[in-house]
């Protein structure tokens, strides 16, 4: 699908989001030339290609352009969420720019009414992109020349950096205990949250209150007793998947969670690691296999990491729920395999082989 007219694109972006649409732009958008931008003076000329962040989102539709022929695209970082808190925003942006283009992580169905999934667009097997403007030097080398930013980070961060350069099965993101607690109280405070997703949040607080564990095998099924949205319920199931894989795997001398993103040792944007193995859950808020994670694993760890097709095929609640009997049989074999210090090609072959039923 073309969803790019142009090989040239200004981006309006926070500082933080800075490398994921150098990412998006050099391996998805088939870019050539980009030029960060927050200047709004100087992208208002005719036909121009705009990637517009969220978050300047109601500054941009404040602004008094003279050029509408703008090509604008937006990507739903969180899927329909950010759908939802954007909602009036976008519907300006809409009746002002007639070229707009919302992407997002999400494949269900009822979102392909208002944004294309990231799926439409193919990951290419070479960066595109040969010239970048807008950003500091160190942005740029961080990028361009990974190989000097992986020997920087390596140095800085030893003697702990030097555990890496052995075998091990890694998964860097959200999953933990910790994390599950501060998402469940997100959940409950955010005012874009049904009912029915609160009430299970709620219960679920309860639960470890008692329990001491956030999920089991029977949190699946206690899915199904209330009444929210299909992205509720995706979102929900990858918060069980994570915590259940994580709390076994963490069991295994040769796995490692890092889950800090305060943690400056890095672990995926890094060709410095030779012999670590990534685990891909793919994205908490959509199955779309062109997130974040999926491309620093392509760009730095193409033969040396493990997507776990959870939902790859799930567009509707029907398929969602044809798909947590399988991913309940997977997570039942998972943890009845308990060799715990097997050797991490050992675990990785099992995780790959329990894959294979998914």
Same mark, same amino acid.
């Given at each position: 699908m073309k969803i790019f007219d142009k090989?040239?694109?200004?981006?309006?972006?926070?500082?933080? =989001?800075?490398?994921?649409?150098?990412?998006?732009?050099? &391996?998805?958008?088939?870019?050539?030339k980009i030029f960060f931008c927050n200047d709004f003076s100087k992208i208002d000329k005719e036909n121009n290609q705009v990637i517009l962040d969220l978050k300047y989102l109601e500054k941009f539709n404040d602004y008094k352009f003279q050029n509408y022929s703008l090509n604008i695209i937006i990507i739903l970082w969180n899927a329909y969420i950010d759908?939802?808190?954007?909602?009036?925003?976008?519907?300006? *942006?809409?009746?002002?720019? %007639?070229?707009? #283009?919302?992407?997002? *992580?999400?494949?269900?169905?009822?979102?392909?009414?208002?944004?294309?999934?990231l799926d439409n667009l193919h990951i290419t097997n070479k960066n595109t992109l040969n010239e970048i403007k807008g950003i500091s030097y160190l942005k740029k080398i961080k990028y361009k020349f990974p190989s000097i930013f992986s020997i920087y980070n390596f140095v800085k961060y030893i003697p702990r950096s030097l555990s890496y350069l052995n075998e091990k099965i890694v998964f860097v993101g959200l999953g933990n205990d910790n994390d599950i607690l501060k998402q469940l109280n997100y959940i409950l405070k955010s005012p874009f949250t049904s009912k029915g997703n609160k009430e299970?949040?709620? &219960?679920?607080l309860k639960e470890y209150n008692k329990k001491n564990y956030f999920f089991d095998q029977n949190s699946f099924q206690e899915v199904k007793n209330y009444n929210m949205r299909l992205d509720?319920?995706?979102?929900?199931?990858?918060?069980?998947? =994570?915590? *259940?894989? $994580?709390?076994?795997? +963490?069991?295994f001398t040769f796995f490692f969670h890092?889950?800090?993103?305060?943690?400056? *040792?890095?672990?995926? %944007?890094?060709?410095?690691? +030779?012999?670590?193995?990534?685990l891909d859950f793919g994205s908490q808020c959509g199955s779309s296999i062109n997130n974040v994670r999926s491309l620093l694993l392509h760009r730095f760890y193409n033969n040396r990491n493990i997507r776990?097709?959870?939902f790859n095929n799930t567009y509707n609640n029907?398929?969602?729920?044809?798909?947590?009997?399988?991913?309940?049989?997977?997570?039942?074999? $998972?943890? #009845?395999?308990?060799?715990?210090?097997?050797?991490?090609?050992?675990?990785?072959?099992?995780? =790959?082989?329990?894959?294979? &039923?998914l």
């Open positions: 090989n040239e694109s200004y981006i309006i972006s926070p500082d933080n =989001r800075i490398y994921e649409y150098l990412l998006y732009s050099d &391996f998805v958008f088939d870019q050539k759908y939802l808190i954007n909602e009036k925003q976008i519907k300006i *942006l809409k009746e002002k720019f %007639k070229n707009l #283009k919302i992407l997002s *992580l999400s494949n269900l169905n009822f979102e392909r009414d208002f944004s294309l999934s299970w949040s709620e &219960f679920t509720e319920k995706y979102y929900i199931a990858n918060l069980i998947i =994570r915590n *259940l894989f $994580l709390n076994h795997l +963490k069991n890092k889950t800090n993103s305060n943690d400056a *040792l890095e672990l995926l %944007k890094t060709n410095f690691y +030779k012999k670590i193995i990534h776990l097709n959870f029907e398929n969602y729920i044809n798909q947590l009997e399988l991913i309940k049989t997977f997570i039942n074999n $998972l943890y #009845k395999f308990n060799n715990y210090k097997c050797s991490a090609k050992e675990l990785a072959n099992k995780i =790959r082989e329990l894959n294979e &039923f």
